[in-house]
């Protein structure tokens, strides 16, 4: 039976995942081991979460394929044969296929429902679940697995409803997009435009890249991996592995422990050029204090922006993509092939609509402050997403008393650990704000959350326990803890969606935890250690 077909073959499960990604995947094959019922609802028609919809052309992973990948099974990270040191989307998207397969996920995914509602019910300590379908799924548990940037910012343009061409967003592009010979705008220079964009000049007749703030771009050296390399980190994976668990980064591309401030210019530029021949986030680990220290990142900064100068033929054009009034690294780094280089093609325009903002859409194209008109046949949205929070909230999700998470985060999102929320018993967001997810390797992180979570299932049943749920105590003082953590920074000077700039009306909260993925690890353990005297199991609340 097609996955369209197959309904909801139960109403009443123990855990419901919602979403098929990298996360809900996991928790599914590890609840299910544990002898939980499991359904997942995925809103998509296929497994891999934002590599079933990120599918612009030149989508592509920007952390190294052999880490970037799951570790749960040593004879999955065996088998599986990575082509490229970065994974096309096509490559990440067989990888999740084959996953679904090897370990015959298919039949307790439902595929084409999006999870709509989400109640508590406070007399039987469960989750009433409705979906766009109308099905009302009654679960124990619930585990939003819905990713961390996969609720889509879509900017509404004045006039909009009038433009004659196709308009698509690059986090859920339709495979039936047409390029070839066309006017094409691309409005958004973050990762996704950096990316599209150089895949869309070979395509496109003409092309406008609408760019309001340039962001720093590090040259991703991608090549084929050689057999010898991946002989031997599969050959060292676990103790790879567990390095990355313990690292500050996720990674185990080392820092290099100097200041860039305690050598000379020499040695720095040839440190410098020896991160950026090595291509990708490496650069950041140059030195010590390029994340932290103002003066050491402006060194940084201002190596790469010579890169950018060298790299385009007009100047105008250069000093444009040069980025300004944000140190680097404070907003995502950009990882790219050929990015810069692509507005020497003279079919190829840079438009600077920081100086002439979009005033809106006519019946051909883009118009501009200063009266311009870009005439369009395709505009691509590369506006990026309403970040960590968006997939949680676009959901109606009630718990006591009927307050909405939305409500609850009105002011800021606030979780323990970024996995729970007060008030919210036995919800699970996984990879959620206040988690150091996003400034990692995502693998990483949802395995961790994964695991953590069957932990605690483990644990109740054991205690007989019915629901869980984070004391505020434990909540507030995490939240402080997130809050220091990036005042050690320099993350918080940039507008970014890190700290919700990028949607507007989000309240100004610097969201993950910026504390060190090793560190993060061992808050977690510790909480285990002591018992979870940070969580209040209903037991507890009867004694009360
Ligand atoms: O989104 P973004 P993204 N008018 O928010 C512009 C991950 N990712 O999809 O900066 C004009 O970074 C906006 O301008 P500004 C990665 O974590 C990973 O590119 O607000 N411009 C900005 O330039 C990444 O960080 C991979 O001034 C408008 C852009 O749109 C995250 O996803 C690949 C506008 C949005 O940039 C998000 O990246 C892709 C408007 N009205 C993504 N509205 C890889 O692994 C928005 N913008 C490779």
Not at 136 to 162: H, K, M, N, W, Y
Not at 352 to 372: K, N, S
Not at 416 to 424: I, V
Request: hydrophobic share 40%; proline share 5%.
């Amino acid at each position: 039976m097609g996955d369209e077909a197959r309904g909801l073959s139960e109403d009443v499960v123990d855990v419901l995942v919602v979403g098929a990604g990298f996360g809900g995947m996991y928790a599914l094959h590890k609840l299910r081991g544990l002898g939980f019922s499991v359904r997942v609802l995925e809103r998509g028609h296929g497994v891999g979460g934002t590599w079933y919809w990120n599918r612009y052309p030149g989508a592509r992973c920007d952390i190294e394929s052999l880490e970037y990948s799951y570790s749960f099974s040593a004879e999955l990270q065996q088998d599986w044969g990575w082509t490229q040191r970065y994974p096309t989307q096509p490559e990440m998207r067989a990888y999740a296929e084959h996953v679904a397969d090897r370990f015959d996920l298919r039949p307790h995914i439902t595929f084409g429902v999006a999870v709509t509602t989400a109640a508590y019910d406070e007399d039987d300590g469960c989750w009433r679940v409705g979906t766009d379908a109308g099905d009302l799924i009654t679960a124990r548990f619930l585990v939003l697995a819905t990713g961390v940037l996969s609720a889509a910012s879509v900017p509404q343009f004045p006039g909009q409803e009038r433009f004659r061409g196709r308009i698509v967003h690059t986090g859920s592009w339709p495979e039936d997009t047409e390029v070839d010979g066309l006017r094409v705008g691309v409005v958004g220079t973050g990762s996704s435009g950096i990316q599209v964009v150089p895949h869309l000049a070979e395509r496109a007749g003409h092309l406008s890249v609408f760019q309001r703030t340039a962001n720093y771009s590090i040259s991703a050296a991608n090549q084929p991996l050689a057999p010898e390399y991946v002989r031997d980190v599969k050959a060292r994976y676990p103790e790879l592995r567990e390095q990355a668990r313990r690292s500050f980064t996720g990674s185990t591309v080392p820092i290099n422990r100097q200041s860039a401030l305690a050598v000379d210019q020499e040695e720095r530029d040839r440190r410098f050029e020896e991160r950026w021949a090595l291509g990708g986030f490496a650069f950041l680990g140059s030195f010590d204090d390029v994340t932290r220290d103002p003066e050491a990142n402006r060194l940084a900064a201002r190596f790469v922006e010579d890169k950018i100068r060298a790299a385009v033929d007009d100047p105008t054009t250069a000093e444009l993509l040069v980025p300004t009034g944000h140190p680097i690294g404070s907003r995502r780094i950009c990882v790219d092939t050929g990015y810069h280089a692509t507005f020497n093609l003279p079919h190829v325009r840079l438009v600077d609509v920081r100086r002439a903002p979009i005033t809106g859409l006519t019946e051909a194209g883009l118009r501009t402050a200063d009266g311009e008109e870009h005439p369009l046949h395709l505009l691509v949205l590369a506006t990026g997403f309403d970040a960590m929070t968006g997939s949680f909230v676009r959901i109606d999700v009630r718990g006591r008393g009927g307050v909405t998470l939305r409500e609850k985060w009105a002011d800021g999102a606030r979780t323990y650990l970024g996995l729970q929320t007060a008030g919210f018993p036995n919800l699970f967001t996984l990879t959620g704000p206040g988690s150091p997810a996003v400034l990692c390797n995502m693998f990483l992180a949802l395995e961790q959350h994964v695991d953590w979570v069957a932990d605690l299932l483990v644990e109740m049943r054991e205690r007989g326990a019915r629901t869980v749920e984070p004391t505020v105590d434990a909540e507030q003082d995490w939240s402080e803890q997130v809050a220091r953590a990036a005042e050690r920074t320099l993350y918080p000077q940039a507008d970014s969606w890190y700290v919700g700039a990028n949607v507007p009306g989000k309240p100004r909260v610097f969201l993950p935890y910026a504390g060190g993925v090793g560190k993060y690890r061992r808050i977690c353990e510790q909480v285990v250690v002591d018992g979870y005297r940070t969580f209040v199991f209903d037991a507890d609340l009867t004694v009360v």
